[in-house]
T-cell receptor
Framework: DVKVTQSSRYLVKRTGEKVFLECVQD?????MFWYRQDPGLGLRLIYF???????EKGDIPEGYSVSREKKERFSLILESASTNQTSMYLC??????????FGPGTRLTVT | GESVGLHLPTLSVQEGDNSIINCAYS??????FIWYKQESGKGPQFIID?????DKRQGQRVTVLLNKTVKHLSLQIAATQPGDSAVYFC??????????FGQGTRLTINP
């Protein structure tokens, strides 16, 4: 079974802090994705990566950056956290675009 | 821009009945449409996809129907069980690697 793990299930940070969310997959997938999920808005793509050191902006990249130094690990970085970044963050990996495997999510609260 | 919407935010069905979850999409250029299921506390899980040149595809207890004329996608679940309780998301593939998700429909099963 594909396993996607995220570093924290719950995280509380203060406004202005730098926040790192880590994601690791164990299936040698090329593609990795970061989404945020908010009530009534579904999942929105922040960034994705189709290879090591490669990244592409998704639909809502403002305020975020990413890093992919190793194939199995994809990090999401909030340079200066703000309250409007309070959300559920979901990481996914895939071989094909349609069948993505998601981690359990990190619920981030910024106070 | 792309958008994927759902007809109803919630759906309640009797255990054993068939469930039909509907979705409207706007991007006629999408080559794949996909359904995901998200159970409470978990990340979304791939259910089934359908290529745009098909109008029906069946899986285990699920059928996806695609009507390109009216840009409508539906997921039918046969003999709904308590384990089917979840939020269901439709999504469309945009470009080579992106998915655009709808807002989700919460399916509740009544005993």
């Amino acid at each position: 079974d594909v396993k996607v793990t995220q570093s924290s299930r719950y995280l509380v940070k203060r406004t202005g802090e730098k926040v790192f969310l880590e994601c690791v997959q164990d299936m040698d997938h090329e593609n990795m994705f970061w989404y945020r999920q908010d009530p009534g808005l579904g999942l929105r793509l922040i960034y994705f990566s189709y290879d090591v050191k490669m990244k592409e902006k998704g639909d809502i990249p403002e305020g975020y950056s990413v890093s992919r130094e190793k194939k199995e690990r994809f990090s999401l970085i909030l340079e200066s956290a703000s309250t409007n970044q309070t959300s559920m963050y979901l990481c996914a990996s895939s071989l094909t675009t349609t069948e993505q495997y998601f981690g359990p999510g990190t619920r981030l609260t910024v106070t | 821009g792309e958008s994927v919407g759902l007809h109803l935010p919630t759906l309640s069905v009797q255990e054993g009945d068939n469930s039909i979850i509907n979705c409207a999409y706007s991007n006629s250029a999408s080559d794949y449409f996909i359904w995901y299921k998200q159970e409470s506390g978990k990340g979304p899980q791939f259910i089934i996809d359908i290529r745009s040149n098909m109008d029906k595809r069946q899986g285990q207890r699920v059928t996806v129907l695609l009507n390109k004329t009216v840009k409508h996608l539906s997921l039918q679940i046969a003999a709904t069980q308590p384990g089917d309780s979840a939020v269901y998301f439709c999504a469309e593939k945009v470009g080579a690697q992106k998915l655009v998700f709808g807002q989700g429909t919460r399916l509740t099963i009544n005993p």
